[in-house]
Protein backbone atom coordinates (compact mmCIF):
# COMPACT_ATOMS: atom_id res chain seq x y z
CA UNK A 1 0.00 0.00 0.00
CA UNK A 2 2.79 2.31 1.20
CA UNK A 3 5.04 3.39 -1.42
CA UNK A 4 8.42 4.63 -1.98
CA UNK A 5 10.00 6.01 -5.27
CA UNK A 6 13.32 6.75 -5.77
CA UNK A 7 14.77 9.13 -8.42
CA UNK A 8 17.87 11.26 -9.51
CA UNK A 9 20.40 8.71 -9.77
CA UNK A 10 22.42 8.41 -13.10
CA UNK A 11 25.85 8.51 -14.67
CA UNK A 12 28.57 11.61 -12.88
CA UNK A 13 31.97 12.45 -13.33
CA UNK A 14 34.11 11.56 -9.77
CA UNK A 15 33.82 14.63 -7.72
CA UNK A 16 30.55 15.64 -9.23
CA UNK A 17 27.29 15.77 -7.14
CA UNK A 18 23.58 14.16 -7.22
CA UNK A 19 20.49 14.78 -5.81
CA UNK A 20 17.76 11.55 -5.09
CA UNK A 21 14.49 11.90 -3.99
CA UNK A 22 12.44 9.48 -2.08
CA UNK A 23 8.84 10.16 -3.04
CA UNK A 24 6.24 8.32 -0.37
CA UNK A 25 2.65 8.09 -0.47
CA UNK A 26 1.13 9.47 2.31
CA UNK A 27 2.51 11.35 5.23
CA UNK A 28 4.83 9.27 6.17
CA UNK A 29 8.16 10.91 6.35
CA UNK A 30 7.10 12.38 9.63
CA UNK A 31 6.24 9.46 11.11
CA UNK A 32 8.83 6.95 10.47
CA UNK A 33 12.53 6.66 10.73
CA UNK A 34 13.73 6.79 7.09
CA UNK A 35 16.74 5.98 6.12
CA UNK A 36 19.38 5.76 2.09
CA UNK A 37 20.83 2.59 2.10
CA UNK A 38 22.83 1.32 -1.01
CA UNK A 39 24.33 -1.85 -2.41
CA UNK A 40 26.91 -2.14 -4.43
CA UNK A 41 27.67 -5.10 -6.41
CA UNK A 42 30.25 -7.42 -4.54
CA UNK A 43 29.36 -5.20 -1.36
CA UNK A 44 27.24 -5.93 1.62
CA UNK A 45 24.26 -3.58 1.64
CA UNK A 46 24.85 -0.63 3.89
CA UNK A 47 23.08 2.34 5.48
CA UNK A 48 24.97 5.82 4.59
CA UNK A 49 22.10 8.13 6.26
CA UNK A 50 19.43 7.78 8.60
CA UNK A 51 17.15 9.94 9.57
CA UNK A 52 14.66 9.94 12.63
CA UNK A 53 10.92 10.40 12.77
CA UNK A 54 11.64 13.76 14.89
CA UNK A 55 13.91 14.96 12.03
CA UNK A 56 17.48 13.74 13.78
CA UNK A 57 20.09 12.51 10.98
CA UNK A 58 23.48 10.45 11.51
CA UNK A 59 25.59 9.18 8.96
CA UNK A 60 28.11 6.11 8.13
CA UNK A 61 31.81 7.51 8.56
CA UNK A 62 32.01 7.26 4.50
CA UNK A 63 29.26 9.50 4.00
CA UNK A 64 30.10 11.96 6.61
CA UNK A 65 30.72 15.92 5.07
CA UNK A 66 29.46 14.73 1.81
CA UNK A 67 26.38 13.40 1.88
CA UNK A 68 23.45 15.38 3.38
CA UNK A 69 19.76 13.65 3.95
CA UNK A 70 16.67 16.46 4.13
CA UNK A 71 13.27 16.26 4.20
CA UNK A 72 9.70 17.94 3.22
CA UNK A 73 6.93 17.12 5.12
CA UNK A 74 4.69 19.01 3.11
CA UNK A 75 5.74 17.38 0.16
CA UNK A 76 6.14 13.76 1.71
CA UNK A 77 9.80 14.19 0.65
CA UNK A 78 13.27 12.93 1.30
CA UNK A 79 16.50 13.75 -0.25
CA UNK A 80 19.82 13.34 -0.32
CA UNK A 81 22.46 15.25 -1.62
CA UNK A 82 25.98 13.54 -2.67
CA UNK A 83 28.87 15.52 -3.05
CA UNK A 84 32.15 15.02 -3.79
CA UNK A 85 31.23 11.30 -5.49
CA UNK A 86 33.89 9.16 -5.93
CA UNK A 87 33.69 5.50 -8.11
CA UNK A 88 33.30 4.06 -4.57
CA UNK A 89 30.07 5.40 -4.32
CA UNK A 90 29.05 3.91 -7.12
CA UNK A 91 25.41 1.47 -6.35
CA UNK A 92 22.34 0.96 -6.28
CA UNK A 93 20.58 3.37 -3.87
CA UNK A 94 17.79 2.62 -1.95
CA UNK A 95 14.79 4.86 0.53
CA UNK A 96 13.70 2.75 3.60
CA UNK A 97 11.05 4.14 6.35
CA UNK A 98 9.88 2.21 8.49
CA UNK A 99 9.56 1.41 12.69
CA UNK A 100 6.58 0.18 14.64
CA UNK A 101 6.85 -3.45 12.99
CA UNK A 102 6.26 -1.56 9.22
CA UNK A 103 8.73 -1.68 7.00
CA UNK A 104 9.01 0.01 3.51
CA UNK A 105 11.86 -0.17 0.72
CA UNK A 106 11.71 1.97 -2.65
CA UNK A 107 13.02 0.10 -5.76
CA UNK A 108 16.29 1.90 -5.54
CA UNK A 109 18.18 4.37 -8.09
CA UNK A 110 21.15 3.82 -10.28
CA UNK A 111 24.25 5.85 -8.95
CA UNK A 112 27.38 5.71 -11.40
CA UNK A 113 30.33 7.45 -10.96
CA UNK A 114 32.66 7.19 -13.70
CA UNK A 115 34.91 9.27 -15.68
Known amino acids: QVQLVESGGGLVQPGGSLRLTCAAS????????MAWYRHAPGNKREMVAF???????DYADSAKGRFTTSRDNDKNTMYLQLTSLNPEDTAVYYCYAGGYGTHFWGQGTQVTVSS
Open 26 to 33: GNIVSFYD
Open 51 to 57: MSSDGST
